[in-house]
């Protein structure tokens, strides 16, 4: 692990802000951290508030889409939300489909299907909607490359309204509209949001035609929030707000569905962490092992005693899943060594019978062995289809990019894409992605790296300050959990390795008279480090610790050096 302590703000920035919010320094450097300088900012942070949510008609083509709508609800047209199989796309289809059916009742969804079709908009939804008579189609956290598809759908009198989320390509598809920040003529203030979250906007477009305030609309956000949590967008500016909001909901009054998947938490209070684990795996599981159908369907009934059924059937998928993506990890790991691929700059590996549904998984779980950009491989069809996983810093889209004489089709984001390629293509790929990232990467980045907030003194861990601490939540992309450091610190001498194959340290760390027990989870391995009371250096972050019914602040053990 690479330790970067993060640079110290501006003094009198930290200053002026400390008198204004009279704060500790240390808070307030937080703060500045995170681009908060002034009251007003630290006031909508601390507060969000439904008047931080931007006016949606400032997204490109926002009046098309809502024109459009509304006339097809005027005329009963047949209308078809369309969205990917993950958690983004079905929560979106969910959030679309049930605002429009209370507007209309010519309203239905389609997913497709993840083997059969393939990521984003396929050529056998449109002819679903076309021998079903839909005359409009909306897509949901897809669609902004279906040039293609989106043309053939004309040529049946079926028009498309996009929303999406991901980079568009040099040229857009002639839909009635397109929905998305991130195209280069949009001038939407914000640019992180994810599917579901374009799709809440359209919600907000249309509601505000009855005069409705997004507010009005909360009851929705709760599907946002696990959205913005399993899509690992930033949670900052408009996504911070829709993901607070989103949490209230999923902690007082969630849909029935999600209030069937949580239901097994012992939390007195749901954070985006629990979200991140507990919600998103199960939704994305249906996808993965079964069909997105699934997840559509529990998030959108509303009889608890089917809800009771579906979730079961979905917690049935995930326990498959998570056996599948342990056994094909294990497998990647050993092809890794049959290859003699260990010292290799990019992790690419492929098996005809891998299950398509957790390859994306599988990509994740191989960063943690080698942290280097990963794609796994599997066949689909007549085409091998891979996932791919980035590390911090490094834009994987990029380099898939520079190898798409290749490919045949990609798409994503920085850390995460998605391609097919002929199965002929594959190693002339494999070689000319180890080439890229070769020739671009910067060294420094294949070693993982833990960002530090601060360093602090055992003395400066009050109640207080983690009270203000736990006030900087949702944590995520552009606002992680902060991470401090604190030198020359020793255990008791009772530190010892707990857990299942003592895999986690336990001790407590103390200096001078102060001493607070930590946890460091998988680092058993560092338990000589500690041990004989030797004075040692910590990565951590603060977080309470429930036993017995009593609460106790603790450290969460990020790293330990000598």
Not at 464 to 475: D, G, H, T
Request: aromatic fraction near 10%; hydrophobic fraction near 35%.
């Amino acid at each position: 692990m690479r330790w970067t302590i993060k640079p110290k703000p501006d003094s009198k920035t930290v200053e002026d802000l400390q008198k204004a919010l009279q704060v500790d320094a240390s808070v307030a450097t937080l703060l500045v951290q995170r681009g908060i300088n002034t009251y007003e900012a630290a006031k909508t942070f601390f507060r969000p508030s439904f008047e931080d949510l931007h006016d949606p008609f400032l997204m490109k083509d926002m009046d098309l889409a809502v024109g459009r709508i509304e006339k097809a609800i005027a005329d009963n047209e047949h209308i078809l939300v369309y969205g990917d199989y993950d958690v983004d796309g079905t929560t979106s289809v969910a959030l679309l489909s049930s605002y429009l059916k209370t507007k209309s009742e010519t309203i239905a969804t389609y997913i497709p299907d993840r083997y059969d079709e393939g990521y984003g908009v396929s050529y056998k939804g449109i002819d679903f909607a076309d021998d079903n008579d839909f005359t409009l189609i909306i897509a949901l956290d897809c669609g902004v490359k279906a040039i293609d598809k989106v043309a053939y759908a004309k040529k049946k009198g079926i028009d498309f309204i996009i929303c999406d989320h991901h980079r568009p390509g040099h040229e857009l598809p002639g839909a009635i509209a397109v929905l998305d920040p991130k195209r280069d003529d949009c001038n939407y203030p914000y640019k992180e949001l994810c599917g579901c979250g374009v799709g809440f906007k359209l919600i907000q477009a249309l509601a505000s035609k009855d005069n409705q305030s997004a507010e009005d609309l909360s009851e929705y956000l709760d599907l946002v929030a696990t959205a913005i949590g399993a899509d690992i967008v930033p949670i900052t500016g408009e996504n911070r707000a829709l993901a607070y909001f989103g949490l209230q909901v999923i902690n007082t009054n969630p849909r029935p569905g999600i209030k069937a998947l949580i239901s097994e938490v012992k939390k007195n209070e749901l954070t985006i962490t629990d979200v991140v684990f507990v919600v998103a795996p199960r939704i994305n599981a249906a996808g993965r092992m079964k069909h997105g159908n699934y997840a559509v369907t529990l998030l959108t009934e509303t009889d608890e005693f089917l809800v009771e059924a579906y979730a079961k059937e979905i917690n049935t998928f995930n326990l498959d899943r998570r056996e599948a993506d342990k056994r094909i990890t294990q497998e990647a790991l050993i092809q890794i060594e049959d290859n003699n691929e260990n010292d290799r700059l990019t992790t690419v590996v492929y098996d005809k019978s891998w299950h398509k549904g957790v390859i994306g998984i599988v990509a994740s779980r191989l960063t943690e062995t080698y942290y280097r950009p990963t794609l796994v491989f599997t066949k689909s069809g007549q085409r091998l289809a891979a996932s791919a996983r980035s590390i911090k810093g490094f834009d994987v889209y990029n380099a898939l990019d520079a190898c798409s004489e290749h490919i045949e089709q990609f798409g994503g984001h920085k850390y995460a894409a998605g391609l097919t390629l002929k199965e002929e293509n594959y190693q002339a790929f494999k070689q000319a992605f180890e080439n890229e990232v070769s020739k671009t990467i910067d060294r420094n980045l294949l070693t993982p790296e833990i960002q530090i907030d601060a360093q602090i003194e055992l003395f400066d861990i009050t109640p207080k300050f983690y009270r203000i601490i736990r006030q900087f939540a949702p944590f995520g992309p552009g606002n992680m959990t902060p991470i401090f450091m604190t030198e020359n610190l020793k255990d008791t001498g009772y530190g010892k390795c707990v857990g299942e194959d003592e895999k986690h340290l336990r001790i407590t760390a103390t200096q001078g008279h102060q001493k607070i027990v930590s946890i460091g989870f998988n680092l058993g391995n560092k338990l000589d480090l500690i041990k004989d009371r030797k004075p040692f250096n910590a990565v951590y972050s603060i977080d309470e610790n429930h036993w017995q019914g009593n609460v106790s602040l603790q450290l969460k053990i990020r790293d330990i050096k000598p």
